[in-house]
């Protein structure tokens, strides 16, 4: 593997020092909170979605590998569709009730919010 990939040099043109060597950026990955640690909050949500209800679950934090995992598992016990984009769990229908049985069952902290 190149040492000095240019492909990955965002935002540097040209330099005039010899001795100029291109720093990497240091990708900033957070770890996964435990769940005893975390507080989620589950929402309904129908704005911007042709009056279609979704329960959406935000306030995760942790790892895309984490967030996809826990989605997986929402998206099975409820028996329904849903994604994960933006750091948010989005659940088609109105499941609130159910996602906040299962998120305490896994050892979440749950909140109901707006309704």
Known sequence: MKK????????VVYS???D????QAASSATDTLPPSQQILYV???KSGRAGKQMSIVSGFVG?????EALTKLLKTKC???GSCKDGE???Q????DKLVQILSQTGYRVKKARG
């Not at 000095?4 to 935002?11: A, P, Q, T, V, Y």
């Open 4 to 11: 000095n990939d240019w492909k990955k040099r965002e935002g």
């Open 16 to 18: 005039t020092d010899t």
């Open 20 to 23: 100029f060597s291109f720093q």
């Open 43 to 45: 929402i309904l949500d």
């Open 63 to 67: 790892t895309i590998a984490d967030l």
């Open 79 to 81: 028996g329904v569709g």
């Open 89 to 91: 769990i989005m659940i």
């Open 93 to 96: 229908g109105d499941v609130r």
